[in-house]
């Protein structure tokens, strides 16, 4: 098994099962027995590919004309097109020969020579696109106007820029003692507390540390949505939707042990990773229990007006995460936002039942498209109100309005919506 193999079994699967491109890698990776470089390798091209197809298809038209390509063959052809277009470390020769001898071992010397001219005639032809435009072609165009009409061209692309982002970041649990070569791999976010940039090689959830509970692998946008809720010590905190729990366990640690926090899901499963994830970490929170809950539905009599802070982190189409998970882009149509819109106005209602008067909710999404943002709360009037006492926090990362969108290109995070809102005084 080679990375390029690898890769070229991931897409695939990606491409025919509509499997979700990280699960699908990581199994694929688990089994492989690969060294860190041809982990990476596999990586690159998985997700370049996935990210790029429209692209590199077209890219290939010239070169194909009206030959009825199969589809394997076209996706060799695509990661040798990918390697050549976006990988200059590996030569073109290397990039030509790997796709030619993998076309011959099922397709025959036929077609492995004619992939071999198609791939020789496109080098000659000079470079394409660079990498950012390369990805923002390959939405369907219906997205790519909603993106641009909602944050402007430069933002929109920043959006499926594998290069927009800071690198993977972790979330040190506080009190958590790191070893003197951890500590060299980490370099402190300056406007998230705990954040940290990983400059290290490799998966840090390798790191002894990990084992140890003193961090948790966390994309820096969802920490600062967690923060942008401001939630006080003591205080008693709902998390809606909470899924896996990420926010949820950082929440925890911010109301401390004299707070408390209920978290909800739809789906058993994400809270019981969730709990396990509780067990795991080190440090001093809250408590936290876990309870299922049909978010569309009545809140349970036993959590109603009883919490001082609810995040509403809502199911959304993940527009705002296309640069790590460029497949949902295949699964979106336009009709989506305005869908997922309503759905998010339908939890959001339901969950304000759970505030205190005067108590503080966060909704977010990570989509940046007006149908999940302020379009779900021109439609939400039940007893709340845009917040008007926004904390420091806040106003360092979103300014004095009460929503706002958070981005690549200006906080170095996924794309989110966020709004604050509070319930009002009875």
Not at 23 to 40: C, I, K, M, T, Y
Not at 53 to 64: K, T, V
């Amino acid at each position: 098994m080679t990375a390029r193999r690898l890769a070229s079994r991931v897409t695939e699967r990606v491409q025919k099962e509509g499997a979700f491109l990280a699960q699908a890698l990581d199994r694929e990776l688990s089994e492989s027995g690969f060294e860190l470089r041809d982990r990476a390798l596999s990586t690159e091209l998985s997700y370049g590919v996935i990210r790029t197809e429209a692209y590199l298809r077209e890219r290939l038209r010239p070169f194909i004309g009206s030959k009825k390509t199969d589809e394997r063959v076209m996706r060799e052809l695509c990661l040798a097109v990918y390697q050549l277009d976006f990988l200059p470390r590996i030569p073109q020769s290397a990039a030509v020969n790997e796709a030619v001898n993998a076309v011959r071992r099922v397709q025959g010397p036929r077609v492995g020579g004619f992939v071999n001219a198609v791939l020789r005639r496109l080098a000659a032809a000079g470079p394409g696109l660079p990498l950012r435009e390369a990805a923002f072609t390959s939405l369907p165009g219906w997205l790519r106007t909603r993106l641009e009409e909602a944050v402007g061209p430069d933002s929109a692309r920043d959006l499926v820029d594998p290069g927009a982002g800071r690198g993977l970041t972790v979330r040190v649990v506080r009190g958590a003692e790191l070893s003197e070569p951890l500590r060299a791999e980490l370099e402190p976010v300056a406007t998230c507390e705990g954040a940290f940039r990983f400059l290290g090689r490799g998966d840090p959830r390798a790191r002894e540390e990990y084992g140890k509970g003193a961090f948790v692998v966390q994309e820096l946008g969802s920490q600062l949505i967690a923060h942008l809720l401001e939630a006080t010590p003591g205080a008693r905190v709902l998390d809606v939707c909470a899924g896996r729990g990420n926010k949820t366990l950082l929440l925890g640690e911010l109301v401390g042990p004299s707070g408390s926090v209920v978290a909800t899901d739809l789906h058993r499963s994400k809270l019981a990773v969730l709990e396990r994830e509780s067990r795991r970490l080190s440090g001093a929170r809250a408590p936290v229990s876990t309870e299922v809950w049909d978010a569309t539905t009545p809140l349970p009599e036993p959590l109603v007006a009883s919490f001082d802070f609810v995040l509403v982190d809502a199911p959304c189409s993940g527009v705002g995460t296309l640069r790590h998970r460029p497949e949902i882009a295949r699964r979106l149509g336009p009709e989506d936002p305005a869908r997922l819109g309503a759905l998010q106005a339908a939890i959001l209602k339901e969950a304000a039942a759970a505030l205190k008067p005067g108590g503080q909710l966060l909704f977010s999404t990570c989509s940046v498209l007006p149908e999940e943002g302020e379009k779900v709360l021109e439609s939400v009037s039940e007893g709340l109100t845009l917040a008007r006492n926004l904390g420091e926090m806040w106003k360092r990362t979103s300014g004095e309005a009460s929503f706002s969108r958070i981005l690549p290109g200006t906080h170095g995070t996924d794309g989110y919506f966020v709004a604050r809102l509070e319930r009002r005084e009875m």
